[in-house]
Each structure stands twice: as structure tokens, then as C-alpha cells.
């Protein structure tokens, strides 16, 4: 089971660490009109299963995937499913069989990697996991797309991460951070750690709400790929651990455009229509 058992920590890595390599250069087939919006249909495929381990001990498997069956970039058909590599059949059918395919593999592996433990789990408990891909928004041809991830192994708690995605379907390729704004990195990172507040986690103690900032685990909050945007902000989306205790949760900070106004590059600004 060590692919499942470390899944959460790699799929939390991917979403957290910023983009090192450049993507490819685009091809004549790649390449669309700048000015038609793509013509995008979105589908999905759900497996969803459960087996029993011993008396006391079940371990249960989901993943809901997205299918885009008018998107024929390949590049950009292998960036949308980064966070599952391997898979080379791109409609209903082969996700499908993909998924499938991680079932019967996870049931496998739970069962392997308990068998020395099964004696000792003395309550009745499930090990699950469970990935979704989910459409946010499609906005002037930037599509959102949010990854979710959980999973529980045991222990005092489940663990989960989020990874944010933003997809030029213009360009057939991931949009990057230095595709919205060419701010130095040291001026992003405080006015992350300005407005690291203004997203409430909802934790709370005997005092009332905690605050994010209370919660921190950096003196600097590290700039992420893992963004999004809207038509007023940039958001900055932190899963657990990364920047804060677990019990802050995932934590979303937001950088308005009039923050990053004399940053923002003139292509994205113009396409986003922001004044």
C-alpha cells in the first residue's frame, strides 16, 4: 500500500511546489482563434467500491474524474491529469478502465500491507481513499479545475490536500503564475502574509476565533502555482501543514488586482478585462 499511503504527501507536494518546468512549445494543431471561445462539453466518471479486510477493518475506494471529449491537445490532456500518470486513453471508456485499474490496486495493496496489523485494530474501522476532480469555472477561457484528496490509514484523524489548477484552453496549456503578474517574489510573499486574515479557517479555542496568522508555521509564506482567480482577486489556496497547524485547516489567502495592477501582464489583463 505505500503508493496510497504516500498519495496525500505527493499530490500535496505537486499541488504546493511552484512549476520548474517550462511547457512545450505549442504546435500548429495546438493552437486556436484568439478570438473564439473554445467549445468546451464536460462529462464525468465515478468508481466507487468496498471490500472487507478482516472483522474489524474495511477499506472503501472513490474517485470521480472530469472527461473533456472536445479537448484534443495532448500536452494539455497530460497536464489536466497530471495527478494520475499513466493514463493514455482520454475518453469515458479508458478513464473509466483507469480507474478501475487504481481500484483493484488499492483493495490489493490494503490487503497486503495489513496483514501484520489486523490483530491489532481491536474496533471496527474503514481505510478509504477518495480523489475528485471538480470544475470551478470557465472564465474567458481559462478553465478552473480543483483536485481534492483524502484518505485515512488509521490514526487520530483522516489527512486531505487541494491542488488548484488553471488551464489557457487558448494556448492548450497550464497557465503559470508568470502569465498573470511579473511581481518580484519577495513583494508577493508580503502582501500574502498582509492578507493571510481574510479568509476566516473557522477554528476556534475558549477565546473565540483563531486567526490564521496565530497558526503559522513559516516566518514567510512561500508563493505557490497552487492559485486560482476570480474577476477581484488572485487566491492563493494552502492545504494542511503547509503553512499552518491541521486545525486552521485548508487556508485561501486573496491578493486583489489593485494589489498587483502595475504587475499584471498586459495580455492576461486585457483578456480578464480588468481595468
Known sequence: ???YMAALAVFSFLAFSSCK???KNETSADKTDSSALVKLTVDSVHVSDSVKIGDSLSALFSSRMLVFPELKSKPLLDSIY???NGIQDFSKKGLEAYLNDQKDQYFSSVKNESKDIL???TFAQSWYTDSRMKLISNISDYMHLQYAQSSYIGGAHDQYAFAERVFDLKKNRRLLLKDITTIPTAKLEALLMKNVDKV???????KGEVKNSEMLLVEVIPVSQNFYFD??????HYSPYEITAFAAGDIIIPVSW?????????EFK?????K
Open 82 to 84: 497530471l495527478y494520475h
Open 270 to 274: 486585457e483578456r480578464m478585462k480588468i
Open 119 to 121: 490483530s491489532d485494530i
Open 1 to 3: 500500500m505505500k503508493n
Open 21 to 23: 518546468k517550462e511547457q
Open 258 to 266: 489593485e494589489e498587483l495592477n502595475d504587475t499584471l501582464v498586459p
Open 231 to 236: 474577476q477581484k482577486n488572485l487566491y492563493f
Open 200 to 206: 476566516p479557517n473557522g477554528a476556534t479555542d475558549d
